[in-house]
T-cell receptor, first 114, second 117 residues
């Protein structure tokens, strides 16, 4: 079984600064995928970034990047140059190669202050 | 990109009535669709997984007879909340997984807010 843990319930960051959201996971599978989803006030789930476990290189999407530490089972999200539109709940999630069912963390509420 | 729609976006119904929520993949074929329930400020709880043409697989604790799921085609899945009660009030989200791709990525619908009076 997979587990995803987000231990910080909320964070706040000043506009234009950098913030890191933490996530740890546990799985017995060797082939798995990791995701960060954003859920703004509209509640539409938006994929922010994804990482294949077999890739050593950290994924990057514009201002969003991850720090994937496979041995430590850690998958943190770094948001650079934070913008007001980044205010949302962020969920860390994982699934395996054989099973596309997503396991979500509890989520973290991020507030970007003007 | 892949688009998933849900209808209705909001529904209010009286206790004891049934409500149907539709989930459609608009520009791709979805072999698998998922239904989630979400309470305010909480994470998504998977209710069931449905594969086209077969019976849905429900998560432990989800009442099959209360939450009827049908996945009759590769672009449409429906969730029917039968004999709805106030405790069924929630935000319901569907997602769909396509027939191709290597990331096991799910594409999410915009959600349906159900209020049972």
């Amino acid at each position: 079984a997979q587990t995803v843990t987000q231990s910080q319930p909320e964070m706040s960051v000043q506009e234009a600064e950098t913030v890191t959201l933490s996530c740890t996971y546990d799985t017995s599978e060797s082939n798995y995928y990791l995701f960060w989803y954003k859920q703004p006030p509209s509640r539409q789930m938006i994929l922010v970034i994804r990482q294949e476990a077999y890739k050593q290189q950290n994924a990057t999407e514009n201002r969003f990047s991850v720090n994937f530490q496979k041995a430590a089972k850690s998958f943190s999200l770094k948001i650079s140059d934070s913008q007001l539109g980044d205010t949302a709940m962020y969920f860390c999630a994982s699934n395996t190669g054989a099973n596309s069912k997503l396991t979500f963390g509890k989520g973290i509420t991020l507030s970007v202050r003007p | 990109g892949a688009v998933v729609s849900q209808h209705p976006s909001r529904v209010i119904c009286k206790s004891g009535t049934s409500v149907k929520i539709e989930c459609r993949s608009l520009d791709f074929q979805a072999t698998t669709m998922f239904w989630y329930r979400q309470f305010p400020k909480k994470s998504l709880m998977l209710m069931a997984t449905s594969n086209e043409g077969s019976k849905a697989t429900y998560e432990q604790g989800v009442e099959k007879d209360k939450f009827l799921i049908n996945h009759a085609s590769l672009t449409l899945s429906t969730l029917t909340v039968t004999s709805a009660h106030p405790e069924d009030s929630s935000f319901y989200i569907c997602s769909a997984r396509g027939t191709s791709g290597t990331y096991n990525e799910q594409f999410f619908g915009p959600g349906t807010r159900l209020t049972v009076l």
